[in-house]
């Protein structure tokens, strides 16, 4: 069968009670944070570690990437507004989290985890907690497609998707407006969030690579970044002022992020079995 351009129709929605929206973004939340939340549980009855620590790393998790996304996104790309109209910060129910910003939350979140609760060190929490964050990261993506926004530009590749550009007035009962055929980053980027995900998992689970501080942390870390930084490439300028970048905001943010995980895989490498630098 020939593909053809794909006319993207779906509702963000997926049913409401009353005023109140279930959406399909916020249910790949949900569904990523709960599978996560198995994963790492796995990961706990492996090492046969402290089950009273469990817990608070999903609590500290879920706040730092929900505040780091939600700050990424108001400092990142549009400080002068939001720091003019601060309260604005607060409607999330608005939009706008960048992933640059949820991780950056999560580092905060995990330093004071560590000090708190393992007081053990932060790479050999990270060394868990991304195993299973590149399928939340593959799900949120997902959402994107779902609320027909960060898509690419225009294609004539035959899987373009023609997005629907007037989408709140479209839900309303207005006749959609389709974009020219653009390409599906959403699903560009899930299906590399996904790759990495299956290979944090191999390594962690038939490698033991957890052994070695830091390795599955950094090769995550190149591994989404990467992709990230090339898909970019294809994508809409999310904000006005990168129309004229060379690199735009997503791929400058990635570059350090790259840079730290190739660091910390050559630390690891280096350093050896954790188990044995004791």
Known sequence: MILSEITWTADP???????????????AFFIGFAIGYKVVNRMWKNEKLNPNWLDPLLYYTIIGTFVGSRLGHCL????????????????????????????????????????????????????????????????????NLMNHEIYG???????????????????QGAEPIFSEPSHPTQIYEAVCYLLTFALC?????????????????????????????????????QETFEEDMLLDMGQLLSIPFVLAGIYFVRRALKKGDASTNK
């Not at 910060?89 to 609760?117: D, M, N, P, T």
């Not at 998707?161 to 839900?171: E, H, P, Q, V």
């Not at 052994?211 to 300028?237: D, N």
């Open 76 to 143: 990142f790309y549009d400080p002068g507004h939001y720091l003019a109209h601060p309260v604005e910060i607060l409607k999330v129910w608005e939009g706008g989290l960048a992933s640059h910003g949820g991780v950056l939350g999560i580092i905060v979140a995990i330093y004071f985890y560590s000090k708190r609760i393992t007081h053990k060190s932060m790479l050999w929490i990270f060394d868990k907690l991304v195993t299973p964050t590149g399928l939340v990261a593959a799900l949120i993506r997902l959402g």
């Open 201 to 237: 998992m191999w390594l962690y689970f038939k490698k033991d690579a957890w052994k070695k501080e830091g390795l599955i942390f950094g090769i995550f870390m190149i591994c989404i970044f990467t992709s990230r930084f090339f898909i970019e490439f294809l994508k809409m300028e």
């Open 153 to 171: 530009h225009p294609t004539d590749l035959p899987w373009g998707f023609r997005f629907i550009t007037n989408l709140s007035k479209w839900r």
């Open 13 to 27: 929605a997926i049913f409401s009670i009353g005023p109140k929206e279930i959406r399909w973004y916020g249910l």
